[in-house]
Structures are given as structure tokens and as C-alpha cells.
């Protein structure tokens, strides 16, 4: 069994609501690891990041990734720093991984300033940049296929999705 899709980038790509489309137009579910982690640990990401720091959320992000690659069929959303471990990105290998990749002034936008994500305390729009900035080499690494979302509606970059993965075959 494998993901049919698995989306991954920043906070602000739109992995979430893509994979929504992505899943009712091919009639197949979407699961979100951070969605897993939150119903397993039974608080949410920024909790978990406050409470138990950011290596155990790691740990947990890195079983919930290897657990949903072998369990499930439909489209996958993988949380932003995910492929930061490399174990992570060993497991995708194989996989139709799909890169959403949205420039600094769409994610912002698409996050909001006053966003709850852990690792945007402080300067919101300088740590975002900073976050583009040290992660795209390896989202683009670890990708099958990047497709653009800025400036594109998600039925837009769903649609660019469906054919990059099929010219990708």
C-alpha cells in the first residue's frame, strides 16, 4: 500500500486544503500526520511543542509519517518540518511526493500574523522567511514534483498537482 499522493512544504502551501480536493476528486481519503500526532498525543501541536519540546514532537512526527506510508492509500499531508529528518526522507523515497512550493508574502498571508504555530513565536514574517529560506533546498530534494501555488486558487494548484504527478509517470 502506498500514498497516491503526499504533499509536503512550509506552513502556508495549502497541503491541507489541496489534499482535501486532491482526495474527493480521485475518491480517496486524506490524512494529516499532524492531525495523527494530535489524536494520538490528545493535545495539539503548539502544545506539544510548549509542553514536551520540539525533539519529542519530532520523534513522534518521524513514527507518524512511517506509520501512515505503510497504512494509507489515499493523499497524504505531511507537517512542514517533516522531511528535516532524514530518516523521513529515506522512507518517502519510492513515493509520489509533491512539493507545494508559495513564496514568502502567500504564506504569510494564507498563515496570518497572529498564527498559533509554535515555531512562529516572535517576528512572524522574518522567522517564515527564515523557515523558506533553510527548507526549500530539502523539500525540493526530497520532491518527485514541485508545482507553484502563488497566486493560484487551490482548485488552481490541485489541478497542476494532477498533471505534474502524471506527466511525472
Known sequence: MSPRAVLIGPMGAGKTTVGRLLAQRWGVSVRDTDADIEAAEGRS????????????????????VAR???????????????????????????????????????????????????????????????????????YEAAATVAVDTDGRTPAEVADAVEAALEEAR
Open 68 to 138: 501512515a506510508l505503510a497504512e494509507h492509500d489515499g493523499v497524504l499531508a505531511l507537517g512542514g518540518g517533516a522531511v528535516l529528518d532524514p530518516d523521513t526522507r529515506a522512507a518517502l523515497v519510492g513515493h509520489p511526493v509533491v512539493f507545494l512550493r508559495v513564496g514568502l508574502s502567500d504564506a504569510a498571508s494564507r498563515v496570518g500574523l497572529g498564527t498559533s504555530r509554535p515555531l512562529l513565536l516572535g517576528n512572524v514574517r522574518g522567522r517564515m522567511k527564515q523557515l523558506l529560506d533553510e527548507r526549500t533546498p530539502i
Open 45 to 64: 501541536v503548539s502544545d506539544i511543542f510548549v509542553d514536551s519540546g520540539e525533539p519529542y514532537f519530532r520523534e513522534r512526527e518521524r513514527e507518524a
